[in-house]
């Protein structure tokens, strides 16, 4: 059964520090993985990583993808209260009428205290 | 250019009832899935349809169910209601350029 597992499932940080979120997944045809911020309302779009070692980023944001050994970390520097969030993990597979629906993890509890 | 809009926002039934949930993706794209997240499953895939054809589905009992139109927009439908099918759904539609998944608000079932 194909499996996206996100690491820690909460976390509590102070504002200015660094946090690394971790998922890792055992899927068959990999096509991508995602990553997606949601507070109260809809899941919104941060990175998508098809490519191994590549690392993607936006601001304070960035993630990686390591294919061999199956996870992708992201890192968000400097955080703000703002960052606090659910960060959603999720990896699309290739099926044989186009690409599936997407495997979530349960998601990282981000709380940042200032 | 309008985001996915998803209605309605929240609604209330009872069990054994049926209830219909629409979703209007960003114009333009023709893929559209939902998902219904709930605090100790989190999100998880129903279905997704293209063209008006579903071309994938979840893990999910026969009483969920969906269609596409040919503007694109998108119902689902959930037969004989249990406490259980309590939660958000999420439509999302799908950029055809990059792929990417643009979510709607999410419409908030509570069965009682």
């Known amino acids: 059964e194909d499996k996206v597992v996100q690491s820690p499932l909460s976390l509590v940080v102070h504002e200015g520090d660094t946090v690394t979120l971790n998922c890792s997944y055992e899927?068959?045809?990999?096509?991508?993985l995602l990553w997606y911020k949601q507070e109260k309302k809809a899941p919104t779009f941060l990175f998508m990583l098809?490519?191994?070692?590549i690392e993607k980023k936006s601001g304070r944001l960035s993630s990686i993808l390591d294919k061999k050994e199956l996870f992708s970390i992201l890192n968000i520097t400097a955080t703000q209260t703002g960052d606090s969030a659910v960060y959603l993990c999720?990896?699309?597979?290739?099926?044989?009428?186009?690409?599936?629906?997407?495997?979530f993890g349960k998601g990282t509890h981000l709380i940042i205290q200032p | 250019k309008a985001g996915v809009t998803q209605t309605p926002r929240y609604l209330i039934k009872t069990r054994g009832q049926q209830v219909t949930l629409s979703c209007s993706p960003i114009?333009?794209?023709?893929?559209v899935s939902w998902y219904q997240q709930t605090p100790g499953q989190g999100l998880q895939f129903l279905f997704e349809?293209?063209?008006?054809?579903?071309?994938n589905k979840g893990n999910f009992p026969g009483r969920f169910s969906g269609r596409q139109f040919s503007n694109s927009r998108s119902e689902m439908n959930v037969s004989t209601l249990e406490l259980g099918d309590s939660a958000l759904y999420l439509c999302?539609?799908?950029?055809?350029?990059?792929?990417?998944?643009?979510f709607g608000e999410g419409s908030r079932l509570t069965v009682l």
């Open positions: 999302a539609s799908r950029e055809p350029n990059t792929g990417e998944l643009f």
């Open positions: 098809t490519s191994s070692g």
């Open positions: 999720a990896v699309e597979f290739w099926s044989g009428g186009g690409a599936d629906g997407l495997t």
């Open positions: 899927v068959t045809n990999f096509r991508s």
């Open positions: 114009s333009g794209h023709r893929s």
């Open positions: 349809y293209f063209s008006e054809t579903q071309r």
